[in-house]
């Protein structure tokens, strides 16, 4: 499924540009669930943005493929038609659009890139009501233009609902239980545990064991500096809490 | 003059951008390469022209008035304005720059062409059929705009559905009998203003000049002293318009002149949405166009005028493009009575527009939606004034700048509170949104008050279109120009839920095209 190979990625411009991956290499096979954990500026969202093609972060060595292809020379929406989703940390406000306008607008989209037929709109707004039940979102949420006036948790819950609708192949949650309170990390997780399936990867980036209760991880790395420097089962990730990273990287080095 | 509002300048940092080579550089293309067609020896015997003597003079205007056949008042109505031209000095407190303009240089009147300009849709330019079918114009329609021979009449054939007026444009036929039938019979007018002149005199007489009068500004003054044509309607007392007119078929008929002079009249209880403007790409050799457009809305009338523009902006270079010099005004004239104006305007080298209402009428009032994009090296001056004379008047001006590229686009507004207007009431709010880091957005609110009980708001924002947003949309499978789109069209929603249903969609359309190649 995904593959990373030796990985380098600079984030700025020119000059002032400073590596932040330092040949990574991972690999998540199709049907697993990997948690990246690591320490504050250990690269964890650059590895998530390097992964679906932000601009302003470049990569400089390696590889990264999802099923055989390469996917670092595409473009963002290339990806995403290809079946990479971010969960995104800090989900972005765009006013003006309806919920239900930008998810359609994204689905159809990633449709016609792949060559498929668009949604019927009964189609997309019966999908739409099934999985905002099962979110427990407001049917009034989704006419609401995208995350304006929505609470952290909402946000986060709109992530999901986004995953759900566009059902992607490969999924990077990234910080996904931050600013969440217990119910809605509940649901979320439900969510995401609804999504898991032998055909689907997920990359779990957080920075707390907590969330790791609820998405049980097949393996967890440790990412420090731009690279892993620690894989092991979901009790690595227990052991992080007891001992804190500082432990951990110690005993690595 | 006090100035609550305050002067807020927003200039923006200076990173560099790169601009595409998009689908604007294709229409300039395409646009040249019609100019040349155009002047081709195959074709140039067919195109019939009558021009005035060159240049700006007694005679020149004593030429279109007789060419016209209208009345002696109207010659000296003119002559007097001209008189008048010639001692004025062009304006210069807009923020735009261009060449200066010889009015020598300039034919004031061209009568309507005549023939084909291709012989078939197959000698069209493919860029320019590409630009038809992004804004989702049918080919048959494209064909009558691009003036290929014989397509009026298939046009006319092809469609069966006159009851909206806008698809009325390609179906001159149908124009001068069921429309003008219907109309008729419902009381209204529905003519070229030189028509009207000949047939409705008194109505002419009595309210031309009488919201923007012949002195009132320099491009206003040449305007009433060399007009060419333009539009003229009238509704009666208590009618409602039975349907949405609009310039796009009457201008199919006749070639509309590069003044062009519109009034339109409600009378009491009376109402009327107009539409003005093509969302085509309409070639147009025109430099210079000086409109005046005048509404007069009487007891209980309301007026809705909406424009969509999208003239030749000029080539990437800044050189060509129309000047687009427009006085605009709304008279409320009677109480209760209301005019909403609404505006996309996408084209034009150089746009100089201040849409405005006089709210005279006690309980009256005015609307100003706009929409204003300037992508390459266009400027954009533009904005309103809403004149409170009467008690209770409320006004609302809601005005969204988009800049894109090296573009200049800055709302000037002004809100006058007269000392008889008690609890006047006006909501401003002047978004700007910049694409880019080599455009510019400038918000210049003007208020004058003169009452202690008016309740006035403005807000003003500047934003950019983030690179968070534009990630955000394309991790989700947007492509880059679609997620500026959906963007763009979020930044303006308030104001395009104001245009009438098709026109919507067909400035939607536009906003994508004209923002091509914006971000790169």
Known sequence: MLKIENLTATVGEAEEAKQIINGLTLEVPAGEVHAIMGPNGAGKSTLSYVLTGRSGYEVTGGSATLNGEDILEMEPEERAAKGMFLSFQYPVEIPGVPVMTFVRTAMNSQRKLRGEEEISAPDFIKKSREIAKQLKLDAEMLKRPVNVGFSGGEKKRLEIYQMMMLEPSFLILDETDSGLDIDALKTVAEGVNAMRSPDRGMLVITHYQRLLDYIKPDKVHVLSAGRIIKTGGPDLALRLEAEGYEGVLGEAV | MDCCGGTDEHEDDCTEVTVKEGIDAKTVEAAKALESENYSAGFSTEIETEYSPKGLSEDTIRFISAKKEEPEWLLEWRLAAYRRWLTMEEPTWAKVRYEPIDYQEYYYYAAPKSGAKYE?????????????????????????????????????????????????????????????????????????????????????????????????????????????????????????????????????????????????????????????????????????????????????????????????????????????????????????????????????????????????????????????????????????????????????????????????????????????????????????????????????????????????????????????????????????????????????????????????????????????????
């Open chain 2, 120 to 520: 078939s849709i197959d000698d069209v330019p493919k860029e320019i059929l590409e630009t038809y079918e992004k804004l989702g114009i049918p080919l048959r329609e494209a064909e009558v705009l691009l003036g290929v021979k014989g397509a009026a009449e298939t046009a006319a054939t092809a469609r069966e559905a006159p009851r909206v007026a806008v698809d009325a444009v390609f179906d001159s036929v149908s124009v001068a009998t069921t429309f003008r039938k219907e109309l008729e019979k419902a009381g209204v007018i529905f003519m070229s203003i030189s028509e009207a002149v000949r047939e409705h005199p008194e109505l002419v007489k009595k309210y031309l000049g009488s919201v923007v009068p012949q002195s009132d500004n320099y491009f206003a003054t040449l305007n009433s002293a060399v007009f060419s044509d333009g539009t003229f309607v009238y509704v009666p007392k208590g009618v409602r318009c039975p349907m949405e007119l609009s310039t796009y078929f009457r201008m199919n008929a006749e070639n509309t002149g590069q003044f062009e002079r519109t009034l339109i009249v409600c009378d009491e209880g009376a109402y009327v949405s107009y539409l003005e403007g093509c969302t085509a790409p309409m070639r147009d050799e025109n430099q210079l166009h000086a409109a005046v457009v005048e509404l007069v809305a009487l007891d209980d009338a309301e007026i809705k005028y909406s424009t969509v523009q999208n003239w030749w902006p000029g080539d990437e270079n800044g050189k060509g493009g129309i000047y687009n010099f427009v006085t605009k005004r709304g008279d409320c004239r009677g109480p209760r009575s209301k005019i909403s104006w609404t505006q996309v305007e996408t084209g034009s080298a150089v746009t100089w527009k201040y849409p405005s209402c006089i709210l005279r009428g006690d309980d009256s009032v005015g609307e100003f939606y706009s929409i204003a994009v300037t992508n390459g090296r266009q400027q954009a001056d533009t904005g309103t004034k809403m004149i409170h004379l009467g008690k209770r008047t409320k006004s609302r001006i809601i005005s969204k700048g988009i800049s894109a590229g090296k573009s200049d686009n800055t709302y000037r507004g002004l809100v006058s509170i007269n000392k008889r207007a008690e609890k006047a009431r006006n909501f401003t709010q002047c978004d700007s949104l910049l694409i880019g880091g080599r455009c510019g957005a400038h918000t210049v609110p003007y208020v004058e008050n003169r009452r202690a009980d008016a309740q006035l708001e403005h807000e003003a924002t500047t934003t950019k279109l983030s690179e968070d947003q534009l990630f955000y949309a394309r991790q989700r499978g947007l492509g880059e120009e679609q997620a500026v789109a959906l963007l763009v069209n979020g930044f303006v929603r308030e104001v395009l839920q104001e245009l009438p249903m098709e026109f919507a969609v067909e400035a939607q359309k536009l906003l994508e095209v004209s923002l091509e190649g914006s971000v790169g």
